[in-house]
């Protein structure tokens, strides 16, 4: 297992950017290459963040997200998902950017990833009660986590390493959420928000 001292880890750049996005791609493949993974394993991790603000986008990258993958002992990663990744058993995910940037830059476990899960699920209905319909911010596709990719990517978790925790490390804040309030996990708390940062914030989910 990948043994990662996360005092290492330098802010490389915002959430969904290409060089977070890569980052967090080569981070994954060193995790897969330094585990003990069965040679027949076949899993795949994508993350596509939708509607990021133009910022973070080029020419050559028009896609915010990365992935990386194992297929019979072939590791590989990078910003460019196709179908080669998804297609392939793992966990697949497309998420408005604006709903999940500010909490995934919070270190946790796995204690705090269920209340992070739980404040996600509070703001999204608090922000179907006050638009009057739900809200479209994408899902999870896909989520199926083998036994040894569980074991290697959170490999140090509750001491604040983990694939996670390495990423959140790796990523700046964005100007969006400054003066935002927000949960004790870096959750936006839509019910503290005044109505201006209530459309700014929709505006920024492109709801």
């Given amino acids: 297992m990948l043994n990662i ?71 590989s990663g990078g910003t460019e998902i196709t179908a080669d990744c998804t297609d392939l058993p793992g966990f697949h995910v497309k998420m408005r950017w604006g709903y999940i940037c500010n909490q995934s830059r919070t270190l946790y476990g796995f204690e705090g990833q269920k209340q992070r899960s739980e404040e996600e699920k509070i703001l999204k209905q608090d922000m179907e009660n006050y638009l009057g319909y739900s809200p479209d911010l994408g899902g999870i596709a896909s989520s199926y986590w083998p036994q040894p990719i569980i074991d290697a990517l959170s490999h140090g978790v509750e001491e604040g390493a983990g694939l996670h925790n390495i990423a959140a490390k790796s990523q700046m804040v964005s100007p969006e959420f400054a003066g935002m309030p927000v949960t004790e996990m870096g959750v936006p708390d839509f019910k503290k928000m005044s109505e201006e940062q209530k459309s700014k914030f929709i505006k920024l989910c492109d709801i």
């Fill in 5 to 75: 001292d996360i005092n290492t880890i330098k802010e490389v750049g915002e959430f969904g950017s290409r060089e977070w996005s890569k980052a967090c791609a080569e981070f994954g493949v060193k995790i897969l290459e330094s585990a003990d993974l069965p040679s027949d394993l076949v899993w795949a991790f994508s993350e596509i963040y939708s509607s990021p603000p133009e910022r973070l986008l080029t020419d050559d990258y028009q896609q915010s997200g990365y992935f990386f993958m194992v297929n019979k002992g072939k590791i």
